[in-house]
Every structure is written in structure tokens, then in C-alpha cells.
């Protein structure tokens, strides 16, 4: 009797740690991590397949992930095509698409995002984003 307690006991304890899975816990520290400040680093492609470097500080984002604003600081004097987002605040938000982070901003599509090493790649090409001639923005922390 008490070895079929025991093991009902470790059945139940195994189905409700798998029941529990932390897909929301993923989602949310994924999503958590681009919280912050940010150094845009290079813009590189377009139709153009431009490829811009800028110094750490000459273009930050801010993330806010309580408030949903980024405040975007772009001190950039040259007179490029891209250099990302005008200094100003914006309203941002994260949607989880299959797996893939998206990023919005002022409720239009901005690119796919994911971090990595400190490094934030926002990838404005591909399936998601409807645009095979986007940019990609490299930030560091």
C-alpha cells in the first residue's frame, strides 16, 4: 500500500512539473532583456546595401519596457539616407510571432528583433516584415 502511495505521490509531482512549463517565463525574460539603453552601432543594407557605422553615443534608444516608450537620442550630423529613428518618444511594443520577437513602433511594424551577447540586431527584412530591402540596425549596450 505504501509503495502505491509513493508512487501515485511521483506521478502527480511529474505531471504537475510538466504542466508547468515556462514558455511565459521565456517570452517574458526575452522581451525583458531589451530593456534599457541601447548604442546604435551600424546600419547596414536597403536597396542601396548601405553599410553606416556610428560611435557608441552618437545614437542611443532608450527602452522602457513599464511605460512602452523609447526615447530615441540621435546627435548624427552627416547627411545619410538611414540613421535610424529622428531624436523623439515613441510608443513601442513587443508581439511574439511564432517564436520570432517583433517590434512596433508608433503602432507600425518596425523588424524583427533578437539578443544575443549584449548585441541587439532589429532585422527589417524577411517574411514578418513584408520587405526584402530593409535595414539592419546593430545596438550595444
Do not use: H, P
Request: charged share 15%; aromatic share 10%; net charge negative.
Amino acid at each position: 500500500m505504501n509503495k502505491i502511495f509513493i508512487t501515485l505521490i511521483a506521478v502527480l509531482a511529474l505531471a504537475v512539473n510538466l504542466s508547468c512549463g515556462n514558455d511565459d517565463l521565456n517570452a517574458t525574460t526575452s522581451s525583458q532583456t531589451l530593456n534599457g539603453l541601447w548604442n546604435l552601432t551600424s546600419i547596414e543594407g536597403g536597396f542601396a546595401d548601405v553599410n553606416y557605422q556610428f560611435d557608441v553615443g552618437e545614437i542611443t534608444w532608450n527602452f522602457n519596457l513599464e511605460t512602452n516608450l523609447l526615447n530615441v537620442v540621435n546627435n548624427n550630423l552627416e547627411d545619410i539616407a538611414s540613421d535610424g529613428l529622428e531624436t523623439g518618444e515613441y510608443n513601442f511594443s513587443i508581439v511574439e510571432f511564432d517564436d520570432i520577437l517583433l517590434l512596433e513602433i508608433n503602432n507600425d511594424s518596425f523588424g524583427s528583433y533578437f539578443i544575443q551577447n549584449n548585441e541587439l540586431i532589429i532585422d527589417q527584412n524577411g517574411e514578418t516584415s513584408g520587405n526584402s530591402d530593409g535595414f539592419i540596425l546593430g545596438f550595444r549596450r
